[in-house]
């Protein structure tokens, strides 16, 4: 019932996982196809509610000004893709399962929290995104998401999810005119260049809050759990890691690359106008190509990719928490065998629904949760590094000495922007910031 | 919240299974109430006789994979000041909840060298994966029970709770405190604790090895895929590879095609070998060319070549789908002659519906389905059932190349629950089950496997 599903709508880089071992007397071009397929595919779900937000609000309030920043961003989500696709080809094991594994249950215990959190926080921003979307259209939003909800959990527990997938896998594809957008737009190319390539950065909070944001949306806590299971799936071996990772690296190059297009698209129609102040605003960077109906498309793409990770991200979390517990194999349909699963799954969505409904502004939300993603990013790469650290665990492919270096210059980076901002912010609440 | 429900649904069906557990070592009242939680041990301080603390346990080393039913505590591994040392069994006075007393007030510092079939416990079996035999499933331990058994100490009893994991997150009073009610027997668990340690552990048959060999195939095949990639190739060598092919024809296509890439070649060539020809050619088309090629090398020639000619047929055709185990019978011999020859074939009983009888030629005559046969005299000779079966005219027979389709239409038209394949001489080479072509037919079945979700 399930198994049609690996054809469609993998929704991180790395799903893609060994991409030739598919290959079936089509030859070398299948095999091209196979591995920027699924890389392709993924760019949209990467891009979801939040991470349209987060990216249009980039552009409008910074114009080039984050781009540099992108690229540093890119470079350190490749690092972590790789990590963890390696983790999964070479122990066979999800991420949930290693850490219960070699760390103490406490530690577990605090990871677990972590992804719960940062997941939770992604849920409530697809049905934000939903709800955004719907008013976009005259819909109110109360209207829209209670139903919303109730269809996404039955069509995961009850119906046939995958044909819902691929419809909403199709609606998504409208966030592929950023691209167009983006030529259409006339954007200075010179700025462009300059911002991509020489370093910039503002001290100061808006730009900080902003930056924190997009690793948070860039580099998701659940992705790297997501990637690592997907790989182990796939029965990939240590054999197939050259294509696992040739993969994981080209999947997040290019949902980077998708990014950046909607940064620079957003900037060259509304850049410098400040903060984005609704969903309205932000499809206006979409006009170029869609005039009067840009507003439609962004609809659309918008709910597609909402949906589409509103289902995946609160099963990818329930089941990395049932491997922990050591229950992930008792996933079955009923509430009976499998209440942990079922119930964080139920318990997410709800939660993500309620939240969502509370009148507050929806592009204030949606860059709010992708800022708690990135303070809670730094504490779970810290797992994935002291993991593929570990030559008890990964023998000749765990992390070499410069690897190391590089790696840790990563998550040392990404953890001081999140202290930063959160130093900021307690000294804002005494009035010092 | 969802979180009540959840631990009392997990209890009350842990409590459900206690009732089988009787003769059991965990059954016994004495052992019980003396039972020590390993994950409240760890940590806990050592004292001599005198009551001083000489150290901190680290780990507790058992012979998991020796001939006992339950694992004796060959000794723990201590921290004394900042080095490891190893104390054997033999100088521990008793194990208390906690905490540990030693016999002589004397220490020998020693270093802790792994000996074949040793595990530490805390590191290598706590939090680890492990199969429920009784229960079957696949759990992880939440803690081990030790407990003093004549004048030994040994492992009895594991804890799969989600409130034990609760526990042992809460401060360290409460860790120590054992719940009994929650302990499943050892003697119903297999472990895998091999691949954590350095170097091959010598692995013996237990009590619970033979209990796996007791499942149902089904059952072993939801366990093969539940495990993570290592623990399933020792489950696949604790079995008999005849048990481990029955299960293997019960997995999931997409799971055996990742299990069979996973296994050494040596040994996956020969669980196919087990397998029945139409569920291996099944197996072996998943697979790539050049792994499939591997695995038909290490077969005897004669199997694989056999192979070869099922998979030169196209998937969805007859010959695709159909078995080659058939048993002929001749005119000349009696009912009674031919109930011997199946009876020699009882391991292949699911693939035999009827018996293909042929003429000198091996051209097919009739097909005598297992009820005439049944129904017959002994001393009747093939030769007469077959002349009272001519009435209903002759069998039914589909071609190699015939469409399944076509087959399945064939199969219900003629209200027979199986049907033969012969080829252009009229001989037939293999049979289709009414089974093989549901499976065909059916949409996939199977339980929710969440990470085939995620694909």
Known sequence: ?433 | MATNTLLMSTTARLRGRRVQLERRATASKTVRTSLVSLAGLIGGPVTNQAGEEVGRVVDVVARLYGAEPYPPVTGLVVRVGRRHAFLPADTLEKVHAGRVALRSARLDLREYERRPGEVLLARDVLDHQLVDVDGVQVTRAADLYLAPLADRIVLVGVDVSLPTLLRRLGPRRRQVRPTPERVLDWQAMAPFAEHATDGPAQVQLRASRGALHRLRPADLADLLEDLGRAERQQLLHMLEPAAAADALEEMEPAELENLLREAEPAHAARLVEEMEPDEAVDALRDLHDDEREHLLERMPAARAGHLRRLLAYPEDTAGGAMTTLLVTARGEQSVAEVRAVLAAQAEHRTEIDAIAVVDDDGRLVTDIALFDLAVAEDATRVADLTGWLAQFGPPVTVRPGTRLSEAAAQLVAARVSSLLVVDDQDRPVGRILADDVLDTLLPERGRLHFRRFLQ
């Open chain 1, 1 to 433: 019932m399930t198994r049609d599903l690996d054809t469609t709508a993998p929704l991180a880089p790395e799903t893609a996982a060994v991409p030739a071992t598919r290959r079936r007397g089509f030859g070398r071009l299948a095999v091209i196809f196979a591995i920027a397929g699924p890389g392709l595919v993924a760019a949209n779900a990467g891009n979801d509610a939040a991470g349209i937000a987060t990216y249009a609000s980039a552009g409008s309030q910074f114009t080039y000004g984050t781009l540099f920043f992108m690229v540093l961003v890119t470079i350190a989500l490749v690092m972590v893709q790789e990590m963890a696709v390696r983790l999964g080809a070479h122990t066979g094991k999800g991420l949930g399962a290693l850490i219960r594994e070699q760390f103490s249950l406490r530690l577990t215990a605090l990871a677990v929290f972590c992804l719960l959190l940062a997941n939770t926080g992604l849920v409530v921003s697809e049905f934000a995104g939903i709800g955004a979307a719907f008013e976009l259209l005259g819909v109110p939003k109360w209207a829209v998401i209670p139903p919303a909800a109730i269809l996404l959990w039955s069509l995961v527990l009850f119906g046939s999810y995958r044909w819902a997938e691929r419809i909403f896998l199709i609606m998504s594809l409208a966030f592929f005119a950023y691209p167009i957008a983006m030529i259409l737009g006339h954007p200075q190319w010179g700025e462009v260049g300059k911002h991509l390539l020489v370093p910039h950065m503002e001290p100061s909070k808006d730009f900080i809050l902003l930056a924190v944001a997009l690793i948070g949306t860039t580099v998701s806590p659940y992705m790297q759990f997501y990637a690592a299971a997907g790989v182990v799936d796939r029965g990939a071996k240590p054999e197939d890691y050259r294509l696992i990772r040739l993969d994981a690296v080209l999947g997040a190059v290019f949902a980077c690359i998708i990014s950046l297009t909607i940064i620079i698209a957003t900037a060259a129609v509304i850049g410098g106008t400040g903060p984005l102040n609704s969903a309205a605003q932000a499809a206006e960077a979409l006009k170029p190509v869609a005039g009067q109906n840009a507003e439609l498309l962004f609809a659309l793409g918008l709910i597609g990719a909402s949906a589409l990770a509103g289902a995946v991200v609160p099963l990818s979390a329930s089941y990395a928490i049932g491997e922990a517990a050591g229950v992930e194999r008792s996933v079955s349909r009923s509430f009976r065998d499998a209440p942990l699963f079922l119930g964080l799954f139920t318990a997410q969505i709800v939660l993500g629904a309620v939240v969502a409904m509370t009148p507050v502004d929806v592009i204030q939300l949606l860059i709010g949760t992708q800022v708690l993603q990135g303070l809670i990013s730094p504490i779970v790469l810290v797992y994935l590094l002291v993991l593929t650290n570990r030559r008890a665990l990964l023998g000749t492919a765990a992390n070499g000495p410069r690897y190391r270096i590089a790696a840790t210059a990563v998550v040392v980076g990404v953890a001081c922007m999140s202290t930063i901002l959160l130093v900021q912010t307690v000294l804002g609440w005494f009035g010092l910031g």
